[in-house]
């Protein structure tokens, strides 16, 4: 099976909810969707578009290839399905491959049970074709086989992208509780931030919120801070589509001096930590840092499409709840009096603490942040007569 150039169905994973934005990300890219679910969206295509896809998407997890999918109603079954398919077509004999899973039947009490029932497949094909094994192991350094097994269907794959996408290699100090890279994405982009106009961050942490902005902005993708793919140690891959498609995301990069971004923290250690991964992720330059409360954030001179931003803490104990009344409180004062003009955005997994903001949502976007049930709360500032003050009774 020429994977490389062979339509099949395209999986793209996502984590739960960012879904709406991978859509629109990957149509931006030229491509169909066919099908769009909670966590993630399906489309047709080979695995030369899915080097494409693995370069260019923020939002996404992975980038699955399907090879064959089957009724499967116990291991030895997986397994006789298994050891059919031309894995010597597309793992070499002597190379390496990982395998991973996602398994809900009966029969399975652990995933690595599935696992080694699929590795045990792709060796002893190989051994029977070639006279030769491949080694394997647990990371996922080279190729990688997943595989979907619910119920009585079972789907295995080519996982094109090995190490998540979703972490785009520029965060090497998390600071305190960060935001995965490509939630921070998606909330960017599902925003009515115009990616030329200013962008403000306060009690910004580690940085994640600014630099996906400053990346977003500037047309700069995850995949220029990655030199490793899944894809690249399939048989088959051919390097020029890959350094071509390279060449293609270094060229649209683009310039903004006039952009502004502004992030703000009261602490200067978690600044420090921002300044080191804004350096990394190359948008150093393009970020104005600022240690202070966030209510003293030197804000910029309002305009069309300009936003600020929050990702305040939640509160995980009754006491830290009760303090955050308070910042919670304080963030809609600051919102109301000295961000009029441009359009707010708080991101939080705790509605109680957002009805202290005492600012009427104009859109409530639902998320998830690991486990927690979040939103992101749109606010429309106002900078004319229209009031924006109205306290919120009603349920967020």
Not at 200 to 209: A, D, E, F, I, Y
Request: glycine share 6%.
């Amino acid at each position: 099976m020429q994977v490389f150039k062979t339509q099949s169905k395209i999986i793209i994973t996502c984590h739960k909810w960012l879904a709406p934005a991978l859509r629109s990300e990957v149509i931006g890219l030229g491509f169909d969707v066919d099908r769009v679910f909670q966590t993630g969206v399906e489309l047709t295509g080979t695995v030369e578009d899915c080097i494409r896809l693995n370069l260019n998407l923020r939002c996404a997890s992975q980038v699955m290839y399907s090879i064959k999918a089957f009724i499967c109603n116990d291991p030895n079954e997986l397994y006789k399905n298994l050891v059919t398919i031309h894995w010597e077509k597309m793992i070499a004999p002597d190379g390496y491959f990982s395998v991973t899973s996602n398994v809900f039947h009966p029969s399975i009490t652990t995933n690595l049970f599935s696992n080694l029932r699929v590795k045990d497949a792709i060796v002893d094909r190989m051994r029977e074709v070639t006279n030769k094994r491949p080694s394997t192991g647990s990371e996922l350094s080279g190729a990688v086989v997943y595989l979907f097994w619910k119920n009585d269907e079972a789907e295995v794959f080519l996982d094109t992208t090995g190490d998540s996408i979703a972490r785009h290699g520029y965060r090497k100090l998390p600071g305190k509780a960060p935001m995965l890279e490509a939630l921070a994405a998606a909330t960017i982009l599902s925003t009515k931030w115009n990616k030329f106009s200013a962008f403000v961050n306060p009690m910004c942490g580690s940085g994640t919120l600014a630099i996906e902005a400053a990346l977003i902005a500037t047309k700069r993708v995850p995949g220029l801070l990655r030199s490793n793919y899944a894809f690249m140690h399939l048989l088959g891959y051919n390097a020029d589509v890959y350094y071509d498609e390279r060449i293609v995301i270094e060229e649209q990069v683009r310039s903004l001096p006039a952009l502004k971004i502004i992030a703000s923290d009261i602490s200067k250690q978690a600044i420090d930590i921002a300044k080191i991964n804004a350096g990394v992720a190359g948008v150093a330059d393009l970020i104005e840092f600022q240690v202070c409360d966030f209510e003293a954030t030197k804000m910029p001179v309002p305009e069309e499409g300009a936003v600020v931003m929050f990702n305040p803490e939640y509160g995980e104990r009754l006491g830290e709840e009760v303090e955050l009344e308070v910042t919670y409180a304080r963030i809609g004062d600051f919102m109301k009096n000295q961000c009029k003009g441009m359009t707010g955005y708080i991101f939080t997994g705790n509605l109680e603490l957002a009805k202290k903001i005492r600012l009427k949502p104009s859109r409530r976007i639902e998320f998830f942040n690991a486990t927690i049930d979040c939103r992101l709360l749109e606010y429309e500032l106002y900078a004319g007569t229209k009031r924006v003050d109205k306290v919120v009774n009603a349920e967020i």
